[in-house]
């Protein structure tokens, strides 16, 4: 059954989008499935409007004489709606798995996004931890002859205590605004 293995692989590759461990590679695969989706779904909007003419020719023939036409045209009538609620369960089956297929992209991307946000907060946490440092560095750097601290015998110990305290400070604070938490995966 076409729709059943459609559904089956299209349900595979729901569950790779939306696992965060693993990379999606099947792209030209899905859009192709997406493509065929769409298409059936063309064929059978046309195959719909077929039937639909069918039965309402059927029910402009003139009425059968004898019972045996007339139970024969009221089957024909009824197979005719049968036909035609088939066609309707597989549009709507079709346009369930074409909004699956979406929604999953859009949860892949959504995950992704923020994987990426949770980097880029984690790298400026860093960043503004070290800054500091490095302008602690950069001022005891400097070739200037009257530096606070620059010829003192503990000097050196304050720069390195107060970068110490800087950075620990920092780290303390971001780690409790949980901007270095680990994420939950």
């Known amino acids: ?17 939306i696992n965060p461990d693993t990379r999606f ?11 065929s989706l769409h298409h059936l779904d063309e064929i059978c909007e046309d195959q719909r409007s077929a039937m639909q ?21 009221e089957v024909l009538k009824v197979r005719s709606r049968d036909v035609l609620e088939h ?9 369930r798995l074409e909004q699956s297929i979406e ?25 503004a931890i070290f800054l500091p440092l490095n ?4 001022i005891f750097g400097m070739n200037f002859e009257v530096i606070p601290l620059l010829h003192d015998s503990a000097g ?5 205590g ?3 305290l800087i950075a620990a400070t920092l780290a303390w604070l971001f780690w409790r605004k949980r901007y270095l938490a680990r994420s939950g995966r």
Do not use: C, Y
């Open 1 to 17: 059954d076409l729709r059943r293995d459609l559904t089956r692989q299209l349900d595979h590759w729901q569950a790779e989008l």
């Open 25 to 35: 590679n099947n792209w030209s695969a899905l859009l192709e499935a997406r493509l």
């Open 53 to 73: 003419g069918w039965l309402e020719s059927l029910n402009s023939w003139t009425p059968p004489t004898s019972n045996a036409l007339m139970k024969a045209h």
């Open 87 to 95: 066609i309707d369960r597989v549009v709507h089956h079709v346009r």
């Open 103 to 127: 929604t999953a992209v859009q949860i892949h991307f959504n995950a992704q996004s923020n994987r990426t946000n949770d980097t880029m907060r984690t790298l400026t946490s860093i960043t």
């Open 135 to 138: 302008l602690i560095a950069a």
């Open 156 to 160: 050196f110990w304050w720069a390195i």
């Open 162 to 164: 107060s970068m110490l």
